[in-house]
């Protein structure tokens, strides 16, 4: 009797764990849609988005394919700098702006880690190793593989299964290096899937939230060219990415008391022509200017977007200032705000003020 009761008690049991073990796989197991597979177009698409983007540093390298490992040490016109991280890039820019009519140079302090678009590194010991590596790289603005017009923003989690699709893991990725090893690991016989949704940055700034791998997908598609991915060696085209006319209006007329702080003409340097000339910016499209007690009125108008927001400045009796300029750089440091117009290269008109 106590052996009969025994046995139902063990199958009582057996089929309870059983039970409860069938429920928890359903509620952990792996949406097959979701799942993602080794050298599957999803996982080609996220890793050439994760992939190091190689035209950061342009500026340093002239190299699309790689980057120099921070921080490094350069010279740039004589002047001494270490470069910590991306920001610093704008100290070269800034000192390569300062004059027009001299020679920039920049010289890099080896030896110097470079870092390829898969992150795999190399140790460069001289500027001719250097130029080797970067002769191996695709030229100006050529298709390459890298997708630079959206950002994944992390943390991303992703859940890993087992073969009875059961929850084993759950791993977090912080950045786009431990995202693309992540899937560069993937081997056929893994379960993964991620867990949506997932933010994306788009190339204006705006954001997208992805609620399935296949979203995803056709996100990752549909903005692979669909940006300037700024593939080049000039660094002064790309100044005013998130520039607007509202800001600049904004800048210009709550700061006060501009003077012209560069400007040439024709390829001429004019400077010192309208040397202590004071510049007043009004929201109604007026300019007030102010010298030895005369006064000179004109109108300006600034319209387009980015880095093709034209400015049209009218000063009747100061026509070294009348243009229809285009907004290349607004540069703001402590104390000081500068707004940079350019027409090609010998036309350029920068205002300077000590607002901030």
């Known amino acids: 009797m106590n052996i009969l009761k025994s046995l139902v008690l063990f199958v009582i049991i057996a089929i309870s764990v059983l039970s409860c073990r069938t429920e928890e796989t359903e509620l952990i197991e792996a949406p097959a849609e979701e799942t993602i597979l080794p050298n599957s177009s999803i996982a080609n698409l996220m890793q050439r988005t994760a992939s190091n983007d190689g035209s950061v540093d342009n500026i340093i390298d002239y190299a699309n394919c790689f980057t120099a490992q921070l921080p490094i040490s350069v010279t740039v016109n004589g002047v001494q700098l270490t470069i910590n991280n991306t920001n610093d890039y704008d100290a070269i820019e800034t000192i390569f702006d300062e004059f027009d009519d001299d020679s920039d140079t920049i010289t890099i302090g080896f030896p110097i880690t470079i870092v390829f678009e898969d992150y795999s590194e190399v140790t460069v010991s001289n500027s001719s190793e250097l130029m080797t590596y970067a002769n191996n790289c695709l030229g100006e603005n050529v298709m390459d593989d890298d997708i630079e017009c959206l950002d994944f923003i992390y943390p991303i989690s992703a859940s890993i299964f087992n073969i009875n699709n059961e929850l084993i893991d759950t791993i977090y990725l912080n ?7 992540f899937i560069d690991n993937i ?21 997208l939230v992805i609620s399935s791998l296949t979203e995803l997908e056709s996100t990752l598609i549909n903005f692979t060219n669909t940006c300037d991915e700024d593939d080049d060696y000039d660094y002064n085209d790309d100044d005013c990415n998130n520039c607007t006319p509202s800001e600049l209006e904004s800048i210009l007329t709550n700061c006060s008391n501009w003077i012209v702080d560069k400007l040439e003409r024709n390829g001429n340097d004019y400077d010192d022509y309208y040397e202590d000339y004071i510049f007043n910016f009004f929201s109604d499209g007026s300019i007030v200017v102010e010298y030895n007690g005369d006064t000179d009125y004109g109108t300006w108008i600034a319209s387009g977007t980015g880095n093709n927001i034209e400015v049209i400045v009218n000063i009747p009796d100061l026509p070294y200032c009348n243009n229809t300029w285009r907004l290349h750089e607004i540069e703001q440091y402590s104390g000081e705000t500068k707004v940079d117009f350019r027409v090609g290269g010998d036309d350029r008109l920068r205002y300077e003020s000590t607002c901030n």
């Open 175 to 181: 950045n786009d290096y431990e995202l693309y090893y």
């Open 187 to 207: 081997n056929s016989s893994d379960i993964v899937s991620l867990n949506f949704p997932i933010t994306v940055t788009l190339f204006n700034g705006s954001q």
